[in-house]
């Protein structure tokens, strides 16, 4: 099954940010903007993104009961959750989305809740348009969920940041 138009051209955005920041070769780039299924993400490069996450937190004294990603981030997110075990563990919460009209909403989530998750860290693979980022934020809170910060992996909306801030969310871009 063919990827949608919006989905597809993500992840070739996504290809040439890996590329130009010497995290995969040219060649590895070409696999990921021409394949037509949802590329895979390696367990190392899976790792090496979490850890950068982790790293991000510690700066930051970010504080959250649980990780909280739609289904594209859900690789390295499961992973950042796991680095915190141990060290107070640490929910990961897959938050499931549907697309209308080129905009992803998020339409549920994953498995229970633990009674002890007041606040997520919002991971997300990259920003287009802040305006999934605000649905998700949005529907976490009607669900009695706060958000605080947001870690993207890649930001290709400018005003994501001052947007994030409207809603008291602060955003942690890897590459922007």
């Known amino acids: 099954m063919a990827m949608p138009t919006v989905q597809y051209e ?8 890996l590329m130009n920041a010497g995290v995969i070769s040219a060649d590895a780039s070409l696999l990921l903007r021409f394949n037509l299924g949802i ?3 390696t367990e190392t490069l899976a790792v090496a993104i979490a850890r950068y996450m982790q790293g991000i937190t510690v700066t930051n004294n970010i504080e959250f009961d649980a990780v909280a990603c ?11 959750a796991r ?8 929910q990961c919460i897959t938050l499931f989305e549907d697309e209308h009209a ?23 693979g990259f920003t287009i348009t802040s305006d ?3 649905n998700t934020i949005q529907f976490l809170q009607k669900n009695g969920i706060c958000v605080s910060d947001c870690i993207v992996f890649v930001d290709f909306d400018r ?15 890897i590459f922007s």
């Open 159 to 173: 005003d994501a940041r001052s947007s994030l801030q409207e809603w008291r969310c602060t955003l942690h871009p």
């Open 10 to 17: 993500k992840w070739r955005l996504l290809a040439r940010a």
């Open 83 to 90: 680095l915190f075990v141990g060290k107070n563990d640490k």
């Open 70 to 80: 739609g289904q594209l981030s859900i690789p390295f997110a499961r992973v950042l």
């Open 132 to 134: 999934d980022t605000l």
């Open 39 to 41: 590329p895979p993400l």
């Open 102 to 124: 080129g905009k992803r909403h998020v339409v549920d989530m994953g498995g229970k809740i633990l009674p002890t998750v007041q606040k997520v860290l919002l991971v997300k």
